[in-house]
């Protein structure tokens, strides 16, 4: 069993029930979520000792964050207690050709004026494995970039992998916000996480003549780009997913990765996904898969295997969390996917 921290903001998810818009609603479904939380429990879910780092308010509403964290046996000693409020986002799930919509209202949340000083992150460090966090973290404020970075740099000093899904979100920072910031970031990295979108308008490489939107994927530009990034940053590996968007409710899923040293590439099984219950975490769950993998010593083309079927069956779960038994993930990576009635 390894010890995996992650870091970032769990929010209050408002969910439109039975694909309503915003305006036809009368009340939403209520869950709690985030990149690095998702991560970590799924993490927890497969038997690992995940730690959740985060600031929360000290009221009855940031409680019941950590308790949906508790309920899946996320460390949780951590966290700290500041700030006057819990990041909320409003989701409107699409379905066929009409696209799901995210609505932020998390400006001067808790984890976005935290402060280094307020965590312990040697003692954090001291019996940790591997360290995860997301572009959105450092996109929330200049305070939490600073915080990302403190938190980056104790975990090379005491020797644990890093790993970071790069998660570009408009809706929080520009892209030349992002890669001044995320370009510096990467001197703490080892494995790389991202999509194509991620990689062009976070580092700035493009995969060749890719596109996602037509179903067109280009796997040549996918190894000249991850070429590239391992040329300038030294990754351990370089890892993508490749969502084929149909429609909002029909999506081709696979994945590629590249051995940072050897320069060894390999594609995964794809996965038709339709229709989709829900998609919002579907990234996590793959990041989360791939750590799993690559912590127990499998090699990379089953650890990217089971990432993908992971995260395939995510699409599968309302809410962010990925609450897969691991024996379902193992079945569907094995070959099974016929979905059967098991009595």
Known sequence: MAKVVTMGEIMLRLSTPN???????????????????????????????????TAVPANPIGECAVAALKKYNVGTKHIVRSGERLGIYFLETGSAMRASNVVYDRAHSSIS????????????FSDADWFHFTGITPAVSDGAVELTEAALKAAKAHGVTVSVDLNFRKKLWSSQKAQMVMTRLMQYVDVC????????????FKPGNTNVTSGELELAGYV???NQ???RFGFRYIVSSLRESHSASDNGWSACMMDGKSREFYHSRTYRITPIVDRVGGGDSFAAG?????????????????????SALKHTIPGDFNLEPRAEVDNLAGGDGSGRVQR
């Open 290 to 310: 791939l750590i799993c993998g690559l912590v127990e010593g499998k090699d990379m083309k089953e650890a990217l295997e089971f990432a993908v079927a992971d």
């Open 19 to 53: 694909n309503e818009r915003f305006i036809q609603a009368d009340e939403f479904d209520i869950n709690y979520g985030g990149g690095e939380a998702n991560v970590a429990v799924s993490l927890a879910n497969y038997g690992h000792a995940a730690e959740f780092i």
């Open 229 to 231: 990034m391992a040329d």
């Open 224 to 226: 000249d780009m991850f």
């Open 193 to 204: 996480i991202g999509n194509e979108e991620d990689a062009e308008k976070v580092l700035g």
């Open 113 to 124: 004026t935290a402060t280094p000083d307020q965590f312990n992150f040697d003692e954090i």
